[in-house]
């Protein structure tokens, strides 16, 4: 059975850096969302994306935050420069048009821990 | 805007005795409710939503409009049902939908 997968399963990095978060979505599926929860808390959307265009995103989602499809396998998270606070799981979800409804499929996740 | 609610944080119970994780949620329109759950050390994953009217691995779930409640049901848990579970509430057209999830509840069954 298809699944979402992604990488690294653990990202470690220094406050201010840069990180890339990745994801392959489940290949028919044309809607794509990253959610992050972090510990002890629970899972907050962040934004979705379909037609190469964010759909929608939250306020968590500001300006250290983008995402992009770069290639017609990977969807990708990137926060521009990281803080403390932004550790947390990061989920990558895929969905296909089905009628009204879309179940949404997770990745496994990323930790990523900001030092 | 919507809101999930999971009053409890940990819920346990002995095997073979009846299961009930509540939620509440809060929209204004007519929202689409489920029910995720995840196991130790694997991903999130659909447990049932409530269009469906489904039962899943036993577990049911039924929409209450009035008491704005989708509280999950099982009448004999058993040790594999050990996991968290989310409600989750989502909105959105018919193409992308945010889901919107509760806290979760972490079921423990005790053997």
């Known amino acids: 059975e298809p699944e979402v997968t992604q990488t690294p399963s653990h990202q470690v990095t220094q406050m201010g850096q840069e990180v890339i978060l990745r994801c392959v979505p489940i290949s028919n599926h044309l809607y794509f969302y990253w959610y992050r929860q972090i510990l002890g808390q629970k899972v907050e959307f962040l934004v979705s994306?379909?037609?190469?265009?964010?759909?929608?995103k939250s306020e968590i989602f500001d300006d250290q935050f983008s995402v992009e499809r770069p290639d017609g396998s990977n969807f990708t998270l990137k926060i521009r420069s990281t803080k403390l606070e932004d550790s947390a799981m990061y989920f990558c979800?895929?969905?296909?048009?089905?009628?009204?409804?879309?179940?949404?499929?997770f990745g496994p996740g990323t930790r990523l821990t900001v030092l | 805007a919507q809101r999930v609610t999971q009053p409890e944080k940990l819920l346990s119970v002995f095997k073979g005795a009846p299961v009930e994780l509540k939620c509440n949620y809060s929209y204004s329109g007519s929202p689409e409710l489920f029910w995720y759950v995840q196991y130790s050390r694997q991903r999130l994953q659909l447990l049932l939503r409530?269009?469906s009217r489904e039962s899943i691995k036993g577990f049911t779930a039924d929409l209450n409009k009035g008491e704005t409640s989708f509280h999950l049901k099982k009448p004999f848990a058993q040790e594999e049902d050990s996991a968290m579970y989310y409600c989750?509430?989502?909105?959105?057209?018919?193409?992308?939908?945010?889901?919107?999830f509760g806290t979760g509840t972490k079921l423990q069954v005790i053997p």
């Open positions: 994306f379909y037609n190469n265009e964010i759909s929608e």
């Open positions: 989750a509430l989502s909105v959105g057209p018919g193409g992308y939908q945010k889901v919107t």
């Open positions: 409530h269009i």
């Open positions: 979800a895929s969905s296909e048009q089905r009628g009204s409804y879309n179940e949404q499929f």
